[in-house]
């Protein structure tokens, strides 16, 4: 039995439990404004702003530790078994939110699933640099984190409409059974990697593996393993740090919006839960258009014959400066209608202007987020990919964390403007990351056989 391109199975897969995961933690998100009100209805909107933000960054921190030690997991018992640990976890994990009856209750649960869905990125890029060679990794990864965007693009109007229908209690169990349901066809497909898996063809099989051997290490003109150091030796390469701090920088601007979008939305244009599922899921779809376009930009360029570093820089620059204007208009969405010729815009002009800008700046993080994704690959190769995705995740988490607990502090009278100011500069971060720290994006070798 031969699954014909059985990688495409694969990542699929994988963006499928990414969908999920996005599901589950944007259910919290969704349904606070309705879940504060029954928890807290003697405390003013900041109190309550306050105490989301403190389960947030409770949350995003137990995230970042879960990085951290996944890519050790993913490194130590495989794919397979890794994500059926992380998302088996994190589904009782969101069961688990249905019987939350305070801050206490909802930040153990929330640190739950922060540690267990923490699982899903070195898995999938650790998936990603086993299952496709090196030019079509950066597409893979544009597939797998379309999982994030359709996950937000989706879950937001599936939420509002549950609301409907079911008690917040309910809709976090319903949401929880998703990740059960996947393990089954994970564990019946994923037998094993490429190189043993019983149903890959020998023609897929030889393209995989002699695809991923983009390494010449003592340069007799073939192929092989390549250079995976230890995590010391990783570790003392600026290129590694430069990977860190580009994640560290880029990614707390998609919590930004993973985080805030629905009480953004109700705190300043006075929306309520149904009325977020007709406008929250636009930006989502600006950042599944970006990791479509990020992704097949590098692999039309690679294979018409541009660098792994020339690649690489053109993408995410193109994301970075997408972002950087969209941010800093986002800070007042009524410039946006006065250049356009609108004259005293109402609410809903402006939050329909504000979730447009919100959409390009998803598409220009989506565009860039794959190809800083698949650095780790591209730089080494065997255990050190999953170990520095790891340590770039837990970074990014970090950061993630601290602009989420400023965020309640710096957004007094509901301005928001100082935050995406922020975010502008965080893209400005990422941009140097790549250029100055990573320098040349190319395979590495030891120190000792560098040619000087």
Not at 361 to 389: E, M, R
Request: hydrophobic share 50%; glycine share 10%; charged share 10%.
């Amino acid at each position: 039995m031969t699954f014909k391109g059985l990688r495409w199975w694969v990542v699929s897969l994988v963006a499928l439990a990414t969908v999920i995961n996005y599901i589950d933690r944007q259910t919290l998100s969704v349904l606070w404004p309705d879940i504060s009100a029954v928890l807290y209805p003697d405390k003013s909107a900041a109190q309550v702003d306050q105490i989301y933000g403190f389960i947030s960054v409770v949350f995003i921190f137990s995230y970042a530790f879960g990085q951290a030690i996944f890519g050790k997991i993913f490194d130590w018992i495989g794919t397979r078994l890794g994500f059926a640990l992380s998302i088996g976890f994190w589904s009782i994990a969101t069961v688990l939110h249905a019987f939350a009856r305070g801050v206490v209750s909802f930040s153990i649960f929330r640190s739950i699933l922060g540690v267990a869905e923490a699982g899903n990125w070195p898995g999938a890029a650790k998936a990603n640099a086993e299952w496709f060679p090196t030019r079509e990794r950066a597409f893979a990864q544009g597939i797998f984190n379309s999982g994030a965007a359709i996950g937000g693009l989706i879950s937001i109007p599936i939420i509002g409409f549950l609301s409907i229908h079911f008690s917040w209690h309910m809709i976090f169990i319903l949401v929880g059974i998703l990740g059960f349901l996947w393990l089954v066809p994970w564990w019946v497909l994923v037998k094993s990697p490429p190189k043993t898996h019983p149903w890959l063809s020998d023609s897929e099989r030889q393209y995989i593996l002699s695809g991923q051997l983009n390494q010449d290490i003592n340069q007799d003109g073939e192929p092989d393993d390549g250079y995976a150091p230890g995590t010391g030796e990783m570790l003392s390469r600026k290129q590694s740090w430069g990977v860190i701090i580009a994640s560290a920088a880029i990614d707390p601007i998609w919590w930004l919006f993973i985080v805030w979008i629905p009480l953004y939305l109700n705190r300043v244009y006075d929306m309520e839960v149904k009325e977020l599922a007709l406008y929250a899921w636009v930006p989502y779809f600006g950042a599944m258009l970006g990791a479509w376009f990020g992704g097949l930009l590098a692999q039309n360029r690679i294979k018409s014959g541009w660098s792994v570093d020339a690649t690489r820089k053109m993408v995410i620059s193109i994301g970075c400066l997408t972002m950087l204007p969209a941010l800093l208009l986002l800070a007042d969405p009524s410039l946006v209608a006065t250049i356009l010729g609108i004259s005293d815009p109402g609410i809903t002009t402006l939050a329909t202007i504000a979730v447009i800008i919100m959409a390009t700046i998803l598409f220009g993080f989506q565009t860039a987020i794959g190809n800083v994704q698949t650095l780790p690959s591209d730089f080494y190769s065997g255990k050190s990919v999953g170990t520095l995705s790891g340590f770039s995740g837990m970074a990014a988490k970090l950061g993630a964390a601290g602009l989420t607990f400023l965020v309640p502090v710096i957004t007094q009278g509901d301005n928001y403007a100082p935050v995406f100011i922020i975010g502008a500069g965080l893209a400005l971060l990422a941009l140097f990351a790549v250029w100055v720290l990573c320098g040349r994006i190319e395979p590495l070798r030891p120190r000792t056989t560098e040619v000087t």
